[in-house]
């Protein structure tokens, strides 16, 4: 047995002393600690590495106490030494080779990982750290060295640099990092000094995923910052609505008495000379020859696309999409519009497209902005409205309980103004019911969208004193039946339709026709009143490339009229353009049979259909005529028009027909 310089004792080839003489152990005796029996070491090639070998030599496992047993002495396992529960019970076994002898000690290991874990005391008295690093308590033993040398040249510079870090830190004697694994009241976790001398009373430690009580008052804190953004946030959504949809200040204007002027104003008549809304400094040569050539390049591409010519309908696709673009003036963005659609067609994508683009769940507020701009644009929802309004007013004069089924109430952004309205009836408001009916929307929550509508109209109700009832119904229009809207003779009824018969089946798509079943339902109702508004459009042709045209040169209008009244750069106008005549243009060119739901009619052919329903035209309120022609002539662009025409109130850009009202009632 001999001793280097370094202070390791070699007792022999087979067998090293693991205790180094800076423990203060007589380096000249080497049989105190008996660790050879278990590990054959060779010495270092250099101090920063560690070779570990396993010969094949007899191994006695330790017992249950956690002691290795000799015939001579006894000594503490290195598991001991950190205050660890003793190993599970185990058997005295006869090892024969090196790979046995690793699977003892690993499971030996193993179990005494496990016992501890189990045992671990809940108190915290224990420090979770020790069952989690100790894999291996030999190895332990033999890093023990190498760990105090670094945690005494490192322990007092890293509390220097980490002014936050804990208290009890500081290194204790010798121990540094080996004091944190055996001292049982060291905290595992790191609390900031300030807060710790605050709390010198409560003990340093801290269990295992108990809560600290600065943790309680930041979780508090958090929630109520995020309680006061969700409460600020609803206040500006409140404060949003309020101004677009409510009657304040200059939006009162179709609530005032008619000026003089007002009575002599007159009616757009087309090719009047009314100049067209182009904007200055714009070649309008220039423009028009760019738009024919995109409207060429789409009708082509339609053509080629209809007989499954796929290489010219490439072709010109590719052309389109060098020439449109999605933020470029009218011409281009109806390109980009269109050009989706016929891709969609081509790849036979389209309805699995509609289908992702209707399931999409856009919120109010966003919608909001939209029609906030929508409004403000062009006349044509504000005053479909305001007809609306009319004439459930004139209709519920000295009512006192009122009944309104809304087919496609949607966002419900017409009631707020009615409500605020008849509030101020003379004699006091009525007692209010509202039947909400849409299309159920796609996912877990079909009513989800006029259920909110019914907490919003609520929230209005009580703001003005209304007594108000909401009922929300979402299935398809076709399968309502007169019981299930739960009418009441007492109450008058109220049937109000604006622009979503359009997404009904008509005969083409179907054997009974569910346009005619929904009238029915309604004349079997028997109101005292049904509004009826449509879009006046012709793009319902069975034949494809008919019906691009139509759907082309209608859409055209609508293009152009943004591009007229508003900014290309305002994000609410792309919103417009991509989800709402973006998704429309998508299902009237790529989707065919039920899967396409765009099928507008006209108003004549509208009329044909109530006729045969069983409804009485009712005619016009002129002065609800006059007063929504005298505000777009004083609100909104020359080119924009209100007009009559057999009967029904008649909107239009350009001189072209966009929407139509009427009011019937049954025959």
């Known amino acids: 047995m001999c001793c280097t310089e370094k202070g390791y004792c070699y007792p022999g080839s087979k067998r090293l002393d693991l205790v180094p003489r800076s423990m203060g152990m007589d380096s000249g005796s080497c049989d105190d600690v008996d660790y050879g029996v278990l590990f054959s070491i060779p010495y270092p090639a250099a101090p920063q590495m560690l070779n570990f070998s396993l010969q094949e030599l007899p191994l006695q496992i330790f017992h249950s106490n956690g002691f290795h047993s000799s015939p001579a002495d006894s000594y503490p396992s290195p598991a001991g030494m950190f205050g660890c529960t003793p190993s599970p019970t185990s058997t005295t076994t006869e090892v024969g080779n090196s790979e046995d002898l690793f699977e003892a000690a690993s499971d030996d290991a193993v179990l005494a990982y496990i016992n501890q874990f189990l045992l671990e005391d809940e108190d915290g008295d224990s420090c979770h750290g020790v069952a989690a690093s100790v894999e291996d308590s030999a190895l332990l033993a033999v890093e023990k060295p190498f760990v105090d040398i670094l945690t005494a040249a490192k322990s007092t510079e890293a509390c220097q640099e980490n002014s936050w870090t804990n208290c009890c830190c500081d290194v204790a004697g010798n121990g540094g990092l080996l004091d944190m694994f055996m001292n049982t009241q060291t905290s595992c976790q790191s609390v900031p000094c300030e807060l710790e001398k605050e709390n010198e009373n409560e003990d340093c430690g801290v269990h295992k995923g108990r809560k600290k009580p600065h943790d309680d008052y930041l979780e508090l804190e958090e929630e109520r910052r995020s309680k006061q953004l969700a409460v600020s946030e609803e206040e500006t959504v409140r404060e949003m609505f309020d101004n677009v949809l409510l009657c304040n200040g200059d939006h009162c204007e179709l609530r005032a008495p008619l000026p003089a002027e007002a009575h002599t104003c007159k009616v757009y008549v087309k090719g009047s000379g009314n100049r067209r809304g182009r904007k200055k400094g714009k070649s309008g040569a220039a423009a028009e020859e760019n738009a024919v050539d995109l409207t060429t390049l789409l009708i082509h591409c339609a053509q080629a696309t209809a007989i499954d010519d796929h290489r010219n309908s490439n072709e010109l696709l590719k052309q389109i999409r060098q020439r449109s673009s999605a933020h470029g003036d009218a011409g281009q963005r109806l390109a980009h519009c269109f050009a989706n659609g016929l891709e969609a067609r081509l790849a036979g994508t389209g309805s699995c497209i509609y289908r992702s683009l209707a399931a999409k769940r856009t919120s109010a507020a966003d919608i909001l902005k939209a029609f906030k701009l929508y409004v403000t644009a062009c006349p044509f929802k504000k005053i479909s409205n305001f007809f609306s309004n009319e004439a459930i007013l004139n209709a519920s004069k000295g009512v006192t309980r009122l009944h309104i089924v809304d087919f ?77 809207l739960k009418l009441d003779r007492d109450e008058l009824l109220v049937v109000n339709c604006l622009f979503r018969m359009r997404n009904m089946m008509d005969e083409t798509a179907t054997d009974d026709s569910p346009r005619m079943t929904v009238l029915n339902t309604i004349r079997k109702m028997n109101p005292h009143l049904f509004i009826h508004g449509v879009v006046n459009g012709t793009y319902n042709a069975p034949f494809f490339v008919t019906r691009f045209k139509e759907a082309l040169f209608y859409f055209s209008s609508l293009f152009d009229m943004l591009e007229t009244t508003a900014s290309r750069l305002d994000e609410n106008r792309l919103l417009i353009e991509r989800d709402l005549f973006g998704r429309e243009v998508l299902n009237v060119i790529a989707c065919e049979g039920t899967e396409r739901v765009e099928r507008p009619e006209t108003y004549r052919q509208w009329k044909v259909r109530n006729l045969r329903a069983g409804f009485k035209q009712q005619p016009l309120n002129q002065e609800t005529v006059k007063k929504a022609r005298y505000k777009v002539n004083k609100s909104y662009h020359r080119d924009f028009l209100v007009d009559e025409d057999n009967k029904w109130m008649l909107q239009g850009w350009k001189g072209r027909i966009v929407f139509a009202l009427s009011t019937w009632e049954p025959n």
Request: hydrophobic share 40%; aromatic share 12%.
């Open 408 to 484: 496609g109430i949607q966002y419900g952004f017409q009631w707020p103004i009615f409500l605020q309205r008849i509030s101020k009836r003379p004699g006091g408001p009525p007692s209010i019911r509202i039947t909400g009916i849409d299309l159920p929307q796609p996912g877990f929550r079909p009513a989800e969208r006029i259920e909110a509508t019914g907490r919003r109209l609520h929230e209005y109700a009580r703001m003005f004193d209304v007594p108000f009832e909401y009922r929300a119904i979402a299935v398809k229009w076709d399968n309502i039946l007169v019981e299930d």
